[in-house]
C-alpha cells in the first residue's frame, strides 16, 4: 500500500478551486497543491512600522494611525485636489489625492479612525500623497501592523481574481487545513545544526510573516533546501566516482622530465601548484576528476601536457577532446611541437579528415602506435578505439554534457580525467557546479605578458582608431575586428558584418584584410583562419566565430563592434584573443548604443582584466541562468536561489550534504529516507549516474 499526501494532489481538489480557477492556475504553470504552496512572494508590502505623527523622519515610509478630523476639495491653480486631515493626538497629518476624487471623497467620515501609509513629504506641513489606506473602524479585514505578500501575476490572471489577494486566499486554504501535512525532509540533528526552522514553519511564515526576520528565517531555510539538493547531487556523484579505482601512478616518469627540459619558458607558480594537485591525484589509486580554471591565455595546455607525459610514461594512452575544429587543430599543432621533441607519437581526429587517413589514425589507435590523440567529437565515436586509455583531457568543458564525458571515459578503463575551462566563474558558482569535480585555479599570467590596454570608443573617435591599428599593421601587428551575430537577428547582423568588412577594406586599403563568420562553411573559414595565423591576412573581419579557439601571438589589437551587444563573459573572451605574445595589446569597445546596463557592463570591462571580477559582475548582472546558456545547469530552476547572494548558505549546505554522504554513502538510513525520496524525484534524469538504489 502507498501513502499518498494530498498535498501532491492536483489544485483542483483545493477548496476555493473551481475548474476555472483550476485552469488558470496550470496555465501559470501550477498544477499542484504542492506547487501552490510553493509559489514564493515577490515581494512584501511592511505595514508594520507605525508611528507617532510627531515621530516621523521626512522621506520615510511609514503608517500613521489617526482620527480623521477635517475633509475638504481645494483648488491649486488649476487643479482640484481631496484633503483628508488626520490628527493621532501628537499631530496632524494631510492626505493628498489628485485623481478618482469622487469615489475618495465618499469613502472617509469624520472620526473615522484611519491608518495611512506612505512617503512623508512636508511642504506646508507634513503630507502623503495618494496614501494606501484602512479604515480601520469600518472593517476588521485590513492590513495594518502586517506584512502583505505580493505574487506575481498576469494582468490577464489579476483581472480574474488571481491577483495577490487571491493567491493568499488559495495559499492561506492549504496551510489551514490540516490534511495537508508539510513533512520535513531533513532530519531534526540537521535542523538543529543548522539553526534551521521546520519546513511546515517556513512555508506558513514565507506566505504570511509577522515580522522581517519571519521573512528572513523562512528565506534562509528555503534557499537552504535548494542548495542542500544540488550539493547532494555533487556529493553523491562525486563518491560515485570515488569507488572508481584506477592505476596509480607512482613515477613522473621520463617524457615528464623531457619535455619540461625542452620548454623555453619557466612555468608560472600557478602552473606548478596545480601540478602538484595532479601529481596526488594520480598517485592515489581513486581516478582523478579534475578541473583547471584559468583565464585565457594562463598556459592551461602545457599543464595538460605535462599530465599526458606521467600516463604515457606508463605506456597509457592520452586523448584531449576540443568542442571545435580550429581548436582541437591547434591544439594539435603546439601538443606536436611539444611531443615531437620527445618522441611521442600524436595523432588528430575531426570530421574535415579524409576517411583514408583517418582509417590509419584509428588503426594506429587500436595498436597503441598513437599515444596521444587530439580531436573533436569525432573522439567519442563509436570506431575510435583504443588499446589502453589512460587520460582524456576535456578542452572548454562547459560546451560538453555529461553524455559526452560518459561517452569518452567509457573508450577506457577508468582513465583519469582532466578537465579544462577558461570561463572563470564566481566560486559559489563553481562548487554548485564543478561540485562533483576537485577545482585548480590557475590565478597567474606568465609574466613575460604586458596587460592589454583596454578603450571604450564612441563612434565619432572611430577615424582615429583605424589611423592607430594602420600604425600597428605597419610595424607588422595584426588586427581582428568582430562583429556580433546573434541567432535572432542573424540577417541583419551577417550584413553589418559584411559591409563593415567592405568599408575596411577600403580603409585598410593598404592591408590584406580577410572576412569570416559563423555562416560560412568550415573550409572557408579554415582557410582564412590559417592565413590569419601565417601572416598572410593583416586584419581579420568576423563575427564571433573566433571567440574560442585561435592563439596568434602576433595579433594585438581587437575591435569589438556594437560591444554593448555582448555579454561581459562573451567580451572578456575576445579580448582574450590577443595579449598572448609578449608585445603590448590594445582592445578597443566600440560603443554604438547607450544603455545604462551596457555602460555598466563597458565600464567594468575597461577597467579590469580579472576574469573572476569580470565573471562576478556578469553573475549578479544577468543571472545564472543567462551565465551558462543552457547546457548542463537546467537543475538551477528555483526563485529563491541567488549565486550572488547565496556564498554562505551555499558552503553550510555543501558541508552537510558532503557529511552525510560520507555516513550514509545510499541514503539508507532510516533519518535520511525521506531526503532519497525527495531527491529521487528532484533528480530522477540523473539517476544512472548516481547509483543510490
Ligand atoms: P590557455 O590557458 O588559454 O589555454 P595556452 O595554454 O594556450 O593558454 O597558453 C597560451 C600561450 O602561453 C601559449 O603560447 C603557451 O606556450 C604560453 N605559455 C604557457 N605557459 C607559459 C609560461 N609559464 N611562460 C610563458 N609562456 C607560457
Ligand atoms: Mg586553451
Not at 567519442?380 to 562547459?398: M, S, W
Not at 550572488?644 to 551555499?650: H, K
Request: charged share 25%; proline share 3%.
Amino acid at each position: 500500500m502507498t501513502y499518498s499526501n494530498p498535498l501532491y494532489d492536483d489544485v483542483t481538489y483545493l477548496k476555493g478551486v473551481g475548474p476555472k480557477r483550476a485552469k488558470q492556475l496550470k496555465a501559470y504553470g501550477i498544477d499542484t497543491i504542492y506547487e501552490l504552496i510553493n509559489n514564493i512572494p515577490r515581494k512584501y508590502l511592511d505595514r508594520t512600522n507605525i508611528k507617532k505623527i510627531s515621530n516621523t523622519k521626512i522621506g520615510e515610509q511609514a503608517v500613521i494611525i489617526g482620527k480623521v478630523v477635517s475633509k475638504n476639495i481645494k483648488m491649486i491653480g488649476k487643479r482640484r485636489l481631496f484633503q483628508v486631515t488626520i490628527s493621532d493626538g501628537t499631530g496632524e497629518l494631510q492626505c493628498i489625492w489628485f485623481n478618482g476624487l469622487s469615489w475618495i471623497m465618499e469613502k472617509f467620515k469624520i472620526d473615522d479612525e484611519i491608518a495611512v501609509y506612505g512617503k512623508l513629504e512636508f511642504y506646508n506641513g507634513l503630507k502623503i500623497t495618494h496614501p494606501d489606506f484602512d479604515i480601520l473602524s469600518q472593517s476588521e479585514n485590513h492590513n495594518t501592523g502586517q506584512i502583505i505578500s505580493q505574487y506575481s501575476s498576469t494582468s490577464e490572471l489579476k483581472s480574474k481574481g488571481l491577483d495577490s489577494r487571491g493567491f493568499r486566499k488559495l495559499i492561506k486554504n492549504i496551510i489551514l487545513n490540516d490534511k495537508y501535512i508539510i513533512d520535513d525532509f531533513l532530519p531534526s540533528d540537521l535542523l538543529s545544526q543548522e539553526k534551521l526552522i521546520s519546513l511546515d514553519q517556513a512555508l506558513n511564515q514565507i506566505h504570511f510573516p509577522k515580522t522581517n526576520d519571519d521573512i528572513k528565517n523562512a528565506l534562509y531555510r528555503l534557499k537552504f533546501n535548494e542548495h542542500f539538493f544540488i550539493q547532494l547531487l555533487m556529493a553523491l556523484k562525486r563518491n560515485n566516482q570515488k569507488n572508481n579505482i584506477g592505476h596509480s601512478y607512482q613515477k613522473r616518469g621520463q617524457y615528464l622530465k623531457n619535455i619540461y627540459e625542452s620548454l623555453n619558458f619557466q612555468l608560472t607558480n600557478a602552473q606548478i601548484r596545480v601540478l602538484r594537485e595532479i601529481r596526488a591525484d594520480l598517485k592515489s589509486k581513486e581516478v582523478m576528476n579534475r578541473l583547471i580554471q584559468g583565464d585565457v591565455g594562463s598556459g592551461k595546455t602545457i599543464v595538460a601536457v605535462l599530465t599526458a607525459a606521467i600516463v604515457m610514461s606508463e605506456e597509457k594512452q592520452v586523448a584531449l577532446m576540443a568542442p571545435t575544429e580550429i581548436l582541437a587543430e591547434q591544439h594539435y599543432e603546439s601538443i606536436k611541437e611539444y611531443c615531437e621533441k620527445v618522441h611521442i607519437t600524436c595523432g588528430l581526429i575531426t570530421s574535415n579528415i579524409p576517411q583514408k587517413e583517418k582509417n590509419i589514425i584509428l588503426n594506429e589507435l587500436k595498436s597503441g602506435e598513437i599515444q596521444f590523440i587530439i580531436g573533436t567529437h569525432s573522439l567519442i565515436q563509436e570506431p575510435v578505439k583504443f588499446n589502453d586509455l589512460g587520460l582524456i583531457i576535456i578542452d572548454e568543458q562547459h560546451r560538453f554534457g555529461v553524455e559526452h564525458r560518459k561517452l569518452l571515459i567509457e573508450k577506457g578503463n577508468s582513465p583519469q580525467v582532466l578537465s579544462m575551462t577558461a570561463t572563470p566563474i564566481p566560486r559559489t558558482l563553481s562548487i554548485t557546479i564543478h561540485g562533483d569535480m576537485d577545482i585548480s585555479i590557475i590565478d597567474e599570467l606568465p609574466k613575460n605578458r604586458l596587460p592589454i590596454k583596454t578603450s571604450l570608443i564612441y563612434p565619432d573617435k572611430i577615424e582615429s582608431t583605424y589611423e592607430f591599428m594602420k600604425q600597428e599593421m605597419i610595424s607588422g601587428r595584426q588586427c581582428f575586428v568582430v562583429y556580433p551575430l546573434i541567432d535572432e537577428s542573424e540577417k541583419l547582423d551577417l550584413e553589418a558584418a559584411k559591409s563593415g568588412y567592405e568599408k575596411l577594406k577600403l580603409i585598410f586599403n593598404d592591408f590584406k584584410v580577410g572576412y569570416i563568420n559563423g555562416k560560412m562553411n568550415k573550409d572557408e573559414i579554415d582557410s582564412q583562419m590559417i592565413k590569419m595565423n601565417n601572416g598572410e591576412i593583416n586584419c581579420l573581419v568576423a563575427t564571433t566565430v573566433i571567440e574560442v579557439g585561435i592563439n596568434i601571438p602576433n595579433a594585438t589589437v581587437i575591435m569589438v563592434e556594437n560591444a554593448e551587444r555582448f555579454g561581459m563573459t562573451q567580451l572578456h573572451q575576445l579580448r582574450g584573443r590577443i595579449g598572448r605574445g609578449s608585445k603590448q595589446s590594445y582592445c578597443f569597445f566600440i560603443q554604438r548604443k547607450k544603455t545604462p546596463n551596457a555602460d555598466k557592463r563597458l565600464k567594468i570591462m575597461t577597467s579590469t582584466l580579472d576574469g573572476f571580477i569580470i565573471s562576478d559582475e556578469d553573475l549578479k548582472m544577468r543571472g545564472p541562468g543567462d551565465f551558462f546558456g543552457t547546457k548542463q545547469h537546467g537543475f538551477i530552476k528555483s526563485k529563491v536561489v541567488d549565486f550572488s547572494n547565496d556564498g554562505p548558505i551555499i558552503r553550510r549546505a555543501r558541508q552537510q550534504a558532503f557529511e552525510m554522504v560520507i555516513k550514509d554513502p545510499k541514503l539508507n538510513l532510516n533519518k535520511n529516507k525521506k531526503i532519497k525520496q525527495v531527491f529521487k524525484r528532484k533528480y530522477h534524469h540523473m539517476l544512472e549516474f548516481i547509483k543510490i538504489g
